[in-house]
């Protein structure tokens, strides 16, 4: 049987408090949205509409490509399912409803309710048991145990429902039983339209309906700021585990952040306050000191990183390399076994093998108008508190002697000073 989803993307997040639409929110670098067309994708979910406001149609760049409908005016789950219906061009099999504020359903559990849909079933719900007081819709059953209503939070009926099985929210429904979504009548207290109506006016049809359980975690909505941290926890401790898992040392787990896509090789250590942003590598056997912070990056075999060592986007640090203490490298190519230990600004350059950079470098990269590059060759040897004014290469096996300013090429095998001569003089006693 054919599958589908309709992800519902239009909610504009008015309880965070921010300009930015709220499906398009990071946890853990990745937009609330993107955690569930992902989650779809690996369930096997081909076909995707999303059903968004014109803010987020306008600022959402990534799934350009993904059909999508614009609800212009948020008239509730219902209206904007029953708008997507004719996106999906006549499509025959089961359309699954997810929602973008709830990032955490797996793939496994919508292979589950796609595979609930035995013997004429026409709708599957989800839920899960809580006992304490929440605001969750409650699901009513009958006495064959299948759903026959959802009353949520606002009803006035709910004070007097004795259940303790709380509506997940993400259904599914088979294509046949679609046109019952034009009966869903607009709430008189909200002026919505609700799409767990639908379950009432099926059960009145007398079309089969049913229901699995599912883990709350799964179908946590986000609507605050504070929502928003409980989910980047949640959302932490899964790719923390993970990485654990296939054998990475994270001395101390909660005080790490990872991104979503960071690649980790084997035997790696990662000490205390280290952040990952997106997009970085890290091959094996290396260690990452306390209070490092990497994006985009590279970290090759067996190299040493921080402690307090910034590596930033574009760069590379080859095997056996050494980046240490308030060390800043950006958009740069750090060959094997480069030593660069020191309070040391590194931009826009290549450092050949084995070369050795002294305490208090910095490559001036930046003319005020362009980026220029800097090429440092093979068994190098930079002195402390050096200036290197780019565009500018420097060969194999130079010197290069401390405190001084660099504006021309060095060849290969030379020694280069370009400081002032020291003057002493002496002064008379009083």
Not at 111 to 122: A, C, G, L
Not at 165 to 187: E, F
Not at 218 to 245: C, F, P, V, W
Not at 311 to 320: A, E, F, Q
Request: aromatic share 6%; with cysteine; glycine share 8%.
């Amino acid at each position: 049987m054919e599958v589908c989803s309709i992800i519902l993307s239009a909610g504009k997040g008015s309880r965070l408090l921010s300009s930015i639409p709220k499906p398009l929110h990071l946890i853990s670098g990745k937009t609330m949205l993107q955690w569930v067309i992902d989650a779809n994708k690996s369930a096997g979910i081909k076909k995707t509409i999303l059903v968004v406001s014109q803010e987020f149609s306008e600022l959402d760049t990534k799934n350009q490509n993904l059909p999508k409908v614009i609800q212009k005016k948020p008239l509730g789950t219902g209206d904007a399912v029953r708008i997507a219906i004719p996106s999906l061009n006549n499509f025959e099999g089961i359309v699954l409803i997810c929602f973008a504020d709830t990032p955490f359903i797996t793939p496994n559990t919508l292979k589950k309710i796609v595979k609930s849909f035995k013997n004429d079933t026409k709708l599957v719900i989800t839920g899960f048991k809580k006992f304490e007081n929440n605001k969750y819709g409650k699901i009513i059953f009958d006495t064959h145990k299948r759903p026959i209503e959802i009353i949520e939070e606002k009803d006035a009926k709910r004070e007097k429902v004795n259940s303790n099985i709380c509506n997940g929210g993400i259904m599914a429904i088979h294509n046949s039983a679609l046109k019952y979504l034009n009966k869903i009548k607009k709430n008189p207290l909200s002026k919505e339209y609700y799409l767990t109506d639908i379950v009432k006016i099926l059960s009145k049809e007398n079309i089969k309906t049913s229901y699995i359980e599912i883990n709350e975690e799964e179908i946590l909505g986000i609507n605050t700021q504070l929502d928003l941290s409980i989910a980047e926890g949640i959302a932490q401790n899964l790719i923390r585990k993970k990485a654990m898992i296939n054998g990475v040392k994270l001395i101390d787990p909660n005080s790490i952040f990872i991104n979503h896509d960071t690649k980790f090789g084997k035997d790696v250590i990662v000490h205390p306050n280290v952040v990952f942003g997106e997009n970085v590598i890290v091959d094996s056997f290396v260690e990452i000191k306390s209070f490092s912070h990497l994006e985009q990056c590279e970290i090759k075999k067996d190299s040493i990183i921080g402690p307090f060592a910034r590596i930033r986007g574009g760069s590379i640090i080859g095997k056996k390399a050494k980046i240490g203490n308030f060390v800043e490298i950006k958009k740069s190519d750090i060959s094997e076994k480069v030593k660069i230990n020191h309070l040391s600004y590194i931009g826009d350059t290549e450092i050949g093998f084995s070369t050795n950079i002294g305490a208090g470098t910095i490559t001036c990269n930046f003319d005020g108008k362009n980026k220029n590059k800097t090429k440092i060759g093979k068994n190098s040897f930079v002195g402390s508190n050096s200036t290197i004014i780019a565009p500018i290469r420097i060969g194999d096996n130079v010197t290069m002697g401390a405190g001084s300013v660099f504006n021309k090429d060095v060849p290969n095998n030379n020694l280069s000073i370009g400081r002032a001569y020291q003057i002493n003089k002496k002064t008379k006693k009083d």
